[in-house]
């Protein structure tokens, strides 16, 4: 039984995301991509707007949507119920969450859910920090999302932590300020999303938009069609109009004129 693995990433999930990011942020400081200004505001935005993020979610979603699904675990039948054993469980259950994140991020730059997802791009120096960099409010859809959704395919809540724990990772080296060399950058791009891929989801360039959502894998953007090779150019991140953002002034921005 791989449940144990699920317990397992569950419980040390902070222990590894945090030791993820400190090694990123060592290895930045070090050798970064470009230099990087006005750090410590940048941090305390991206973070700031995190544990505000997490606060809401814990008291609003999952948890009680979880128990308008009280029977989601222990349901006998469910969709992946039917693959297998439990290697097999995880292995579909990884791919659907993974689908599952692409959609949601796809859907995050359409009407009014772009009006918070802006929050996250319209950080101008990217570096590790900004994976955490979305407005609670966007944190809160997802999440309901993504319960509904989990819970109506059918994926078994041990699968979930292991699949956060990777995502979450990946999602710090992603916008790391730190190049992978060029060459196998190019080759890891192939199977999964790598920082190089990443950036150009960040840029600025109309060319550049609406591209390159995946979460940890590329396959979803090759299949459905928002896959954008990498380039040499030198990318400027952000939001075209919208300036540099503070603490209050990202919790504002949902709802300022765009």
Known sequence: MLTWLGEWAGARWLTLAAGAFLLLAFLEARSPLRPSAGVALRWATNFGLYALALLLTAEVAPGRLAGVFGGWQGAPVT????????VAVLVAGFLLLDLLAYGEHRLQHLGPFWRFHHVHHADQEMDASTAVRHHPGEFLVNASLG???MALIGIPLWVVPIYALVAQIADFGQHANFALPPRLDRWLSLVV???GAHRIHHSEAAEHYDTNFGAIFTIWDR???TWHPQTAAALRYGVAGVGAQGPVRALAAPFRRL
Not at 79 to 86: H, K, R
């Open 79 to 86: 969709l992946l119920g039917q693959v297998g054993g439990d």
């Open 223 to 225: 299949v459905f069609g």
């Open 193 to 195: 999303m790598t920082p």
């Open 147 to 149: 319960v509904v959704a």
